[in-house]
């Protein structure tokens, strides 16, 4: 494992024809982006990815946890520039940097040093240039927090960090235990004043983090969007996972604030027989997409997608989902019979995506990736034309958890995707895909 300077540019890369098949797409190109084997690599969650993209499509932040084969590892947020044959530059050196996100222009990233742990428990916000990569300290959080009134403790905040579209303020959230009580709190960072304040939405879940709304609308240019989980769950002050139902709410609901933290309106989607899971925002568009499990549509299992705007509803409706009055809803999947989706990845305009699905069998050997565009349907509402991408062969679920978790450049030129093929398994390595063609927009009007 070799160790390199911030900002050294270094070449690891290299084709990868072994993940094509026989029905691949002939124009498609795999290269293996990293490939020390002492070394986990992976692409960050599907609601922050689109955020490490430079807006040209250029250059992509990933995380690195280096040494993994003798213990977790040490996370190296590290730069692929995808237009350089996909070489590799380290950004950080530091214990505990997490959280990244990319300014608006491209040019810094912003990312969390978590110290919630140390002796003397401190978050610091810290931002590198990508022209020089000369680093500097913006925020030392040490006292208590405006808004929570506790300081940051616990080691707990989310790896997670979203920009507003007006690039004034951040979104994070961070644990704040005290030695009986595993709180936390949502955070928000004016970049202007260079303050930190939070908020409570759900204390007692680990990750209460909002993602901000990606379009260009004014009206909601401070809007967040939270999963609910009505559980009480995390790592409480003994390092011990902890989960337990909080309330009486069946299932996990959707709601978008704005970052004072009042609540704008709630997403209609959950219900008897209709999951919620890995929600985002549909682009830029004031809309919130969601992929679920329906046994209500079909006699047989479908893994369909939901995409629904923010209603605004009394206190009382708030928990819903599917039945919150005034409720608009639209299954983009509703003309392919057996959909199958978990993550997805949006471009900017709502149109084009690119998902992984469940692949619940054989250790998850059996997820594969497609990507899909938004057309007009039949009906006049939209719907997905869909077309196979590649299968990553990577072990998503049973023992492993080496989830795919596409990520779509906003060129629309790249998907990179994590992978245990060819590693060892549970230690996923980053590939990158190129050579693709989204669908055309086809009528899809097939019986369901």
Same mark, same amino acid.
């Given at each position: 494992?070799?160790?390199?300077?911030?900002?050294?540019?270094?070449?690891?890369?290299?084709?990868?024809?072994?993940?094509?098949?026989?029905?691949?797409?002939?124009?498609?190109?795999?290269?293996?982006?990293?490939?020390?084997?002492?070394?986990?690599?992976?692409?960050?969650?599907?609601?922050?990815?689109?955020?490490?993209?430079?807006?040209?499509?250029?250059?992509?932040?990933?995380?690195?946890?280096?040494?993994?084969?003798?213990?977790?590892?040490?996370?190296?947020?590290?730069?692929?520039?995808?237009?350089?044959?996909?070489?590799?530059?380290?950004?950080?050196?530091?214990?505990?940097?997490?959280?990244?996100?990319?300014?608006?222009?491209?040019?810094?990233?912003?990312?969390?040093?978590?110290?919630?742990?140390?002796?003397?428990?401190?978050?610091?916000?810290?931002?590198?240039?990508?022209?020089?990569?000369?680093?500097?300290?913006?925020?030392?959080?040490?006292?208590?927090?405006?808004?929570?009134?506790?300081?940051?403790?616990?080691?707990?905040?989310? *790896?997670?960090?979203?920009?507003?579209?007006?690039?004034?303020?951040?979104?994070?959230?961070?644990?704040?235990?005290?030695?009986?009580?595993?709180?936390?709190?949502?955070?928000?960072?004016?970049?202007?004043?260079?303050?930190?304040?939070?908020?409570?939405?759900?204390?007692?879940?680990?990750?209460?983090?909002?993602?901000?709304?990606?379009?260009?609308?004014?009206?909601?240019?401070?809007?967040?969007?939270?999963?609910?989980?009505?559980?009480?769950?995390?790592?409480?002050?003994?390092?011990?996972?902890?989960?337990?139902?909080?309330?009486?709410?069946?299932?996990?609901?959707?709601?978008?604030?704005?970052?004072?933290?009042?609540?704008?309106?709630?997403?209609?989607?959950?219900?008897?027989?209709?999951?919620?899971?890995?929600?985002?925002?549909?682009?830029?568009?004031?809309?919130?997409?969601?992929?679920?499990?329906?046994?209500?549509?079909?006699?047989?299992?479908?893994?369909?997608?939901?995409?629904?705007?923010?209603?605004?509803?009394?206190?009382?409706?708030?928990?819903?989902?599917?039945?919150?009055?005034?409720?608009?809803?639209?299954?983009?999947?509703?003309?392919?019979?057996?959909?199958?989706?978990?993550?997805?990845?949006?471009?900017?305009?709502?149109?084009?995506?690119?998902?992984?699905?469940?692949?619940?069998?054989?250790?998850?050997?059996?997820?594969?990736?497609?990507?899909?565009?938004?057309?007009?349907?039949? *009906?006049?509402?939209?719907?997905?034309?869909?077309?196979?991408?590649?299968?990553?062969?990577?072990?998503?679920?049973?023992?492993?958890?080496?989830?795919?978790?596409?990520?779509?450049?906003?060129?629309?030129?790249?998907?990179?995707?994590?992978?245990?093929?060819?590693?060892?398994?549970?230690?996923?390595?980053?590939?990158?895909?190129?050579?693709?063609?989204?669908?055309?927009?086809?009528?899809?009007?097939?019986?369901?």
């Amino acid at each position: 494992m070799e160790s390199h300077a911030v900002g050294q540019l270094y070449a690891e890369g290299k084709p990868f024809p072994e993940m094509l098949t026989t029905v691949t797409d002939p124009n498609i190109e795999v290269f293996q982006v990293t490939t020390d084997l002492e070394s986990d690599a992976h692409a960050p969650a599907m609601h922050s990815s689109h955020g490490l993209f430079t807006p040209d499509g250029r250059r992509f932040v990933f995380h690195r946890q280096r040494g993994t084969a003798n213990g977790p590892g040490k996370v190296v947020l590290t730069l692929c520039e995808i237009a350089d044959g996909f070489k590799l530059r380290d950004l950080t050196d530091e214990d505990n940097a997490k959280a990244p996100i990319l300014s608006l222009d491209g040019r810094f990233l912003y990312y969390f040093v978590d110290n919630g742990a140390s002796d003397k428990p401190h978050i610091i916000l810290k931002r590198i240039s990508l022209d020089d990569f000369k680093r500097e300290t913006l925020l030392v959080v040490d006292g208590p927090v405006e808004g929570v009134g506790r300081v940051p403790r616990g080691g707990g905040m989310y *790896d997670g960090l979203s920009i507003s579209r007006d690039g004034k303020r951040l979104s994070t959230s961070c644990s704040f235990y005290t030695d009986t009580d595993p709180m936390f709190s949502s955070l928000i960072v004016d970049l202007e004043k260079m303050t930190i304040r939070g908020f409570q939405f759900e204390k007692y879940n680990w990750r209460p983090f909002g993602t901000y709304y990606r379009g260009n609308d004014p009206r909601y240019v401070h809007h967040l969007l939270f999963g609910h989980s009505h559980y009480r769950s995390g790592m409480d002050v003994h390092g011990k996972w902890y989960s337990e139902k909080a309330d009486d709410v069946p299932r996990p609901t959707l709601h978008v604030l704005t970052d004072e933290g009042v609540q704008a309106g709630v997403i209609p989607i959950g219900d008897e027989g209709e999951g919620v899971d890995h929600a985002c925002w549909r682009g830029g568009l004031y809309e919130i997409v969601t992929h679920t499990s329906s046994t209500r549509t079909a006699k047989h299992w479908r893994g369909i997608m939901l995409t629904a705007a923010p209603v605004a509803c009394k206190p009382e409706d708030q928990y819903k989902g599917a039945r919150v009055p005034g409720a608009k809803r639209v299954e983009l999947t509703r003309y392919i019979t057996r959909p199958d989706v978990c993550h997805h990845s949006w471009d900017a305009s709502g149109t084009h995506v690119v998902c992984d699905t469940e692949g619940w069998h054989q250790d998850g050997l059996a997820a594969y990736l497609w990507l899909g565009t938004v057309v007009k349907g039949p *009906d006049g509402a939209p719907c997905l034309t869909p077309k196979y991408l590649i299968h990553p062969k990577s072990a998503w679920s049973g023992s492993y958890w080496t989830e795919c978790q596409p990520a779509l450049s906003p060129d629309l030129k790249t998907v990179f995707v994590n992978s245990d093929f060819c590693c060892k398994a549970g230690h996923p390595q980053l590939f990158a895909i190129r050579g693709f063609e989204f669908p055309k927009g086809v009528d899809r009007s097939v019986t369901t």
